[in-house]
């Protein structure tokens, strides 16, 4: 028997995004890089006196834009077409394999467990506090970066100049 019969015009339900081959490819595919960056920023960054100086920096970058990218693509339409394939490709691929939260863990932990206490607070109210700020941040460099270029594109829209 044919699984399709009978359903012509009907509206299938949609593969979940986490589900389709597309959108885990792209994923990978910017993973790949986001990666890459996160390993030669750890080589190239200084650690002072052994504190995960380039964990929390790239950590705090990542949030930074992500915050900026989520807000921005948020403000331009809904969750479609390009807008999905930038949020999934340079925002859950690229930064969600640019930063991140395992090394961050395991930082804090040696940190603990050579009983360097202060500086293992220091570090995980870093990051956090950090985190939080950074990307509210970006959210408000998108929102205020978004409002600019919809100023700017109705301006010229209706002929006027912009300064």
Do not use: C
């Amino acid at each position: 028997m044919d699984p399709d019969a009978g359903t012509l015009g009907v509206r299938r339900p949609q593969r979940p995004l986490h589900l389709d081959p597309r959108y885990l490819l792209l994923v990978a595919v910017g993973g790949v890089p986001g990666a890459i960056a996160r390993y030669g920023l750890e080589l190239a960054l200084p650690t002072p006196s052994a504190w995960p100086l380039p964990t929390l920096l790239i950590n705090l970058a990542g949030a930074f834009v992500l915050g900026m990218l989520l807000e921005t693509l948020t403000r331009s339409g809904p969750d479609h077409g390009r807008r999905r394939t930038l949020r999934l490709l340079i925002g859950t691929g690229f930064l969600g394999a640019f930063t991140t939260y395992s090394t961050f863990a395991v930082d804090a932990d040696k940190l603990f467990e050579a009983g360097r206490i202060d500086a293992g607070i220091g570090y995980v109210v870093a990051s956090l506090l950090g985190g939080v700020i950074a990307s509210f941040l970006g959210v408000w460099l998108g929102a205020r970066t978004s409002r600019s270029a919809r100023a700017s594109g109705s301006a010229r829209a209706s002929g006027r100049r912009t300064r």
